[in-house]
């Protein structure tokens, strides 16, 4: 049974920061790029970052460029999201998504190319 389980959300204050873990099984992890999308109220899912089956190719939206970073454990089937400085318009749910990875390279967020996604977390930043 595939899965991808996202965990980590919560309420932070602005400035402060979150790590966000996708757990991953039922299917080959090493073979997945995985990016993470969020959906902010009244908006349509978007990107917001990607790391390849390797992790050597990885991505980020330019709206949390030097802020977050993504990595990935292919021992634990995990990929995390650490998100530093966060502003109340990082404010959404956020989404992992898996995507068979043919050549090690984070290609982009287009929503019908990942083949399994998980449920969500919420991320709430606000004072």
């Known amino acids: 049974q595939v899965q991808l389980v996202e965990s980590g959300g919560g309420l932070v204050q602005p400035g402060g920061s979150l790590r966000l873990s996708c757990a991953v099984s039922g299917f080959a992890f090493d073979n997945y790029a995985i990016s993470w999308f969020r959906q902010a109220p009244g908006k349509e899912r978007a990107g917001v970052s990607c790391?390849?089956?390797?992790?050597?190719?990885?991505n980020y939206a330019n709206s949390v460029k030097d802020r977050f970073t993504i990595s990935r454990d292919n021992h634990k089937n995990t990929v995390y999201l650490q998100m530093n400085s966060l502003r109340p318009e990082d404010t959404g749910v956020y989404y992992c998504?898996?995507?068979?990875?043919?050549?090690?390279?984070?290609?982009?967020?287009?929503?019908?190319?990942?083949?399994?996604w998980g449920q969500g977390t919420q991320v709430t930043v606000s004072s």
């Open positions: 790391i390849s089956k390797s992790g050597g190719s990885r």
């Open positions: 998504a898996a995507k068979n990875d043919v050549y090690d390279y984070c290609s982009g967020y287009r929503s019908a190319d990942y083949d399994y």
